[in-house]
């Protein structure tokens, strides 16, 4: 690690949260034990001082904490911008696991125009090979696209990832989710008729299950849309 982030990094760790954050990781993720919005916090300084591009330079992505910072950092420069846009790719090839790519997803802020102009890249990444690319490219959709104007789009997005991947598939699930909570008229005709695993759907049916803005009746009803485990692709394993 550069003399210059361990300064940055080394007084906020804490054992006791590094403990607790490595059973939700990966095994033999390298985890130092600095939380989420100490990374966020200091990242964005980083930016603010101009030193953004020289702190990406020095990162080694040995650790996890790194590896966020990299991932932060490259959030506050807009790696929508073309100068940026090899960064975002950088860091996409660094992530493997879900924080990583959950809390990236979360930390962008995208205009208007920038949600026009990424849609096409996310659409060549959902089908991809590389389970992390498929799963950023649904958080992307789930966190940033729930706009009607992008629901059509985004429904039929998700039903064409085939990745059998955990992580990919759950997000779809999730994704599905999070846009019946939104518009559950034409989410639920979505669940009738889609190209979703069975897993997936009904891990989605699932989730939806445990909303607590869903009525009970309508978490009964949706039930009829479970998908048998010989449909559709089948189980999906971790």
Excluded at 64 to 79: C, Q, S
Excluded at 111 to 129: A, G, I, N, Q, Y
Aim: hydrophobic share 40%.
């Amino acid at each position: 690690m550069h003399n210059d982030i361990a300064q940055l990094v080394t007084p906020f760790i804490d054992e006791k949260y590094a403990s607790f954050a490595r059973k939700l990781l990966p095994k033999g993720t390298v985890l130092l034990g600095v939380r989420l919005p100490i990374l966020k916090k200091t990242a964005k300084q980083i930016v603010r001082s101009g030193r953004g591009a020289f702190f990406l330079s020095q990162l080694t992505q040995e650790t996890f904490e790194e590896k966020m910072l990299f991932g932060f950092i490259t959030a506050f420069m807009n790696p929508f911008r073309q100068e940026n846009r090899d960064n975002l790719i950088m860091f996409l090839n660094q992530i493997d696991n879900w924080s990583l790519c959950d809390s990236f997803c979360v930390a962008l802020s995208m205009t208007r125009d920038d949600k026009v102009l990424f849609l096409p890249f996310l659409r060549e990444l959902l089908t991809d090979s590389r389970e992390y690319y498929v799963r950023f490219a649904v958080v992307m959709l789930l966190t940033h696209y729930t706009e009607e104007c992008y629901l059509t789009d985004c429904l039929h997005l998700l039903s064409m990832v085939s990745h059998s991947g955990y992580y990919a598939q759950m997000a779809v699930a999730w994704a599905v989710s999070i846009f019946y909570i939104h518009y559950p008229k034409e989410t639920e005709v979505f669940l009738k008729h889609n190209h979703l695993s069975a897993w997936t759907q009904n891990k989605a049916i699932q989730k939806i299950g445990e909303s607590k803005r869903i009525s009970a009746e309508t978490k009964q009803r949706i039930r009829q849309y479970r998908k048998a485990k010989t449909e559709q692709g089948g189980s999906c394993a971790q």
